[in-house]
């Protein structure tokens, strides 16, 4: 075999070194650029031509190395010539053998090649091409010549339909040029960070390595890890609310593809849980305003911050497009809506049922939902497993724990498990019974250092708020300012960075007893009161339903019923 090579690229280049290594004859290269072709030649050890009729003529095979556009034009250079039993071969990945129309007539035979490597230097590309992969597609009597020409080297082939050409470059793009721009955009993150260039690469080079082996050695099911593959919602969260705009579109395609990985390695829980995340992701994929991120972007500009109770689906829609900051689903549903004497009777199932019905009226606020009494206290285990419930099936975007520094192991253990947690300090009403009753809580020396340490230890196990509880105003504006996070204040004073109330106290619908702190911004319960008996009144009158409010139907129709 005598290989002549038109085109002194990468491709060319290292093609043919790589022949000539393999004790291949290279007759040579001919380009329109002559430097070019001489200095191909040197390097390979072969001739240059200075016309391609002579390169023709010295070769029984013929390697077109153009750019895909020049293949054509290549081609109406040789067809004139005689090339009767010759093979003519072109590298595109995405181009047939079609591309030498008529090449029957001239009774030549014609190949496409394509080996499955990104040749990046043309001096070294060549040492790689010995664990490359080639495709082949073409005339039978090529491909019996190349095929087994490959194999003998050492390469794997792999035949293709010509009709298949063109989505085989795409995933070999894919592969490739895709993966490049990828590594660039997630070091340009780095770089945002503070890594200089060639560090971003270095710190990286472990991972990326490691990721590339796994796949190739388990595929991709396997090798799959991370945030989605494991349904972290919050870390995802995270990262959208930092990844750049034009970034954002790239990361949302990439994990739906990185969702449909993770259902295939059926992990329990994750769809579940991603059902929650792609609800963030309506009307344009556009993000939730309101997420532990931006409560403390918040306390760091000076905004405020509002939180309300809520507990059924009609509720959570008005507080939502209210704009308010946060909804608690709160253990207060035992008082308020259950009936119970106190918020310890409350259960899981309680809590789980009325948080998954406020889920389902929100769009940009912030759901929190309490861990009843005993779901986390007996074990840190316990306090996990459960927390984990609430965020699955109750489809919380954080959960709220009583206790300060006895429950930083607690705290940091959900925190860990990227469960987000709010605190809860001051006065704790799953604790009522070891207080003796209601009472405003850091009044003296040592219980006002008490609830700061409470409130240190909640900040230090990693909490993005902490709500204080009926505790002197000047106490909560100096907790305020020690800690970090945002604390939301009930019956704590103006300092604190946020508040929060029960909506039927500020409402004026819950009436058993109304704590000092509570403020009727309207009197629903007395609307609500007289609107009940106008409608018990206008019924017994027999005034309720009107004409306006029925349906009607041809008299006709009821006289000829029997």
Not at 408 to 434: D, F, K, W, Y
Not at 513 to 526: D, L
Request: aromatic share 8%.
């Amino acid at each position: 075999m005598k290989i002549g090579i038109i085109g002194s690229g990468r491709v060319g280049y290292s093609m043919g070194k790589y022949m000539q290594d393999h004790g291949i004859r290279v007759t040579g290269f001919y380009d329109r650029h002559r430097e070019r072709a001489l200095d191909a030649a040197q390097f390979t050890g072969t001739d240059s031509f200075d016309r391609i009729e002579d390169l023709v003529a010295a070769s029984d095979t013929l390697f077109l190395t153009t750019s895909d556009g020049e293949i054509a034009n290549v081609w109406d250079c040789i067809r004139h010539l005689s090339i009767q039993g010759k093979i003519i071969c072109h590298f595109s990945g995405s181009l047939s053998s079609d591309q030498f129309q008529g090449i029957e007539k001239t009774r030549a035979y014609g190949l496409s090649i394509h080996p499955m490597l990104a040749f990046s230097d043309k001096y070294t590309s060549y040492k790689q091409l010995q664990n490359a992969f080639f495709t082949l597609e073409g005339h039978a009597q090529a491909l019996a010549v190349m095929e087994p020409l490959l194999q003998k080297m050492g390469n794997p082939v792999q035949r293709i339909a010509p009709e298949q050409k063109a989505l085989y470059h795409a995933a070999a793009a894919t592969l490739s040029n895709q993966v490049v721009a990828l590594l660039a955009s997630g070091y340009e993150m780095l770089e945002a960070c503070g890594f200089d260039t060639e560090n971003a690469r270095r710190a990286s080079a472990a991972l990326v390595r490691g990721n590339v082996e796994n796949v190739i050695a388990s595929g991709c099911v396997q090798a799959l890890t991370g945030p989605i593959e494991r349904g972290d919602l919050v870390t995802v969260e995270k990262h959208l609310q930092v990844i750049p705009a034009q970034g954002k579109e790239m990361y949302m395609a990439l994990a739906r593809e990185q969702i449909r990985l993770a259902k295939r390695k059926i992990r329990t829980g994750i769809i579940q849980t991603w059902n929650v995340c792609w609800r963030m992701k309506r009307e344009g994929d556009k993000t939730m305003k309101n997420t532990v991120v931006t409560f403390k972007e918040a306390k760091a500009k000076g905004e405020k911050l509002t939180m309300l109770t809520a507990y059924d689906y009609s509720t959570a829609k008005l507080v939502d497009g209210a704009g308010i900051n946060s909804i608690l689903v709160g253990d207060s549903l035992g008082n308020v809506v259950l009936g119970y004497p106190d918020t310890i009777s409350v259960t899981m199932e309680d809590m789980i049922h009325h948080c998954a019905a406020v889920s389902r009226g929100i769009k940009d606020t912030l759901l929190i939902c309490d861990m009843p009494f005993m779901s986390y206290q007996a074990s840190v285990y316990d306090a996990v497993v459960n927390a984990g419930r609430l965020m699955k099936e109750g489809r919380a975007h954080a959960v709220k724990l009583e206790g300060g520094v006895e429950m930083e192991e607690t705290i940091r253990a959900i925190v860990n498990a990227s469960i987000p947690v709010c605190g809860h300090i001051g006065l704790t009403p799953q604790s009522i019974n070891a207080f003796g009753g209601f009472k405003v809580q850091g009044k003296g020396e040592a219980a006002a250092q008490k609830l700061l340490d409470d409130a240190r230890a909640v900040e230090r196990a990693g909490a993005f708020a902490v709500v204080l509880e009926c505790v002197p105003a000047a106490l909560a504006k100096r907790v305020t300012e020690e800690i970090s996070i945002p604390t939301i204040g009930i019956g704590a004073g103006a300092d604190c960075d946020g508040q929060v109330l029960v909506y039927q106290d500020m409402l004026g619908m819950f009436t058993d007893f109304k704590p000092k702190f509570v403020k009727h911004f309207a009197n629903v319960g007395q609307i609500m009161t007289e609107a009940f008996k106008a409608y018990d009144a206008e019924v017994k009158a027999g005034e309720f339903p009107a004409a306006e409010h029925t349906y009607k139907i041809d008299d006709s129709i009821i006289e000829k019923l029997y």
